[in-house]
C-alpha cells in the first residue's frame, strides 16, 4: 500500500493523535475538520454559516495541499451537534461544490470537540 500523510499549516493542526490526511491507493481520507482558524487557533464560531465556511475553508486548505479540489471528493460525513442547524449548514456547504455533489450523511452526535457546532470530514480521489 502507498501511503502518505498530508498536512498543512494552513489547515488547523491536529488537536489529537491523527493527521490532517492521509493518501492512500489513489484515495485522500480528510480527518474531521472544526472552525478553528489555523492563524490564530481561535474559533469561528460568531454563527452557524460562519462556522460551517471556515470548516469548508479548512477543508480546502487540506484538498489543496493534496492538490485537488471540492470536484475529486467522492463522500463527506458531517456532524451536527443540533439536527436544526441542518438547513443553514447545508446551504454553506452546498456553495462549495457543483452540480457533482458527493455521496454524504449527515448525522446529529451529543458532542463535539471544543463544543462546536459542526464538524465534516472528506474522502476524495485523485
Excluded at 465556511?53 to 456532524?79: C, P, R, Y
Excluded at 439536527?83 to 449527515?106: C, I, K, Q
Amino acid at each position: 500500500m502507498n501511503k502518505k500523510i498530508i498536512n498543512t499549516e494552513k489547515a488547523p493542526a491536529p488537536i489529537g493523535p491523527y493527521n490532517q490526511a492521509i493518501s492512500a491507493n489513489g484515495f485522500l481520507f480528510i480527518s474531521g475538520q472544526v472552525a478553528i482558524v489555523a492563524e490564530s487557533g481561535e474559533m469561528k464560531m460568531e454563527n452557524i454559516t460562519a462556522e460551517t465556511k471556515q470548516v469548508m475553508d479548512n477543508l480546502n486548505s487540506i484538498l489543496t495541499e493534496a492538490g485537488l479540489t471540492f470536484q475529486n471528493v467522492v463522500k463527506t460525513t458531517i456532524f451536527l451537534k443540533d439536527m436544526s442547524l441542518f438547513t443553514e449548514v447545508n446551504s454553506a456547504y452546498g456553495a462549495y461544490f457543483t452540480d457533482a455533489y458527493p455521496a454524504r450523511e449527515t448525522v446529529a452526535v451529543k458532542g463535539l470537540p471544543r463544543d462546536v457546532n459542526v464538524e465534516i470530514s472528506m474522502i476524495a480521489c485523485y
